[in-house]
């Protein structure tokens, strides 16, 4: 014979189902809104990255261009 299911007043009030599920909300609560936060966060880096890469593409191009005539066949060190 299965144990007996408690009843309203066997539960303590700590743990009654609805302190429980409004401690819950308010946990999903709390991490829904870290959770912004951080998105909020990984959108500004996501942003600050794409225009790093484009300052990075701009300095190879310019690395590129001072070394292109250098390395196009030495006419400038002929003499």
């Given at each position: 014979?299965?144990?007996?299911?408690?009843?309203?007043?066997?539960?303590?009030?700590?743990?009654?189902?609805s302190n429980t599920k409004a401690r819950q909300v308010s946990h999903l609560t709390s991490q829904l809104t870290q959770l912004q936060a951080n998105l909020a966060d990984l959108e500004d880096i996501a942003r600050v990255t794409a225009v790093q890469a484009e300052n990075i593409k701009v300095l190879g191009s310019l690395n590129c261009a001072m070394y292109v005539p250098i390395l196009g066949g030495g006419k400038m060190w002929v003499g």
């Open positions: 014979m299965p144990p007996p299911h408690p009843t309203r007043t066997s539960i303590r009030p700590s743990i009654a189902p």
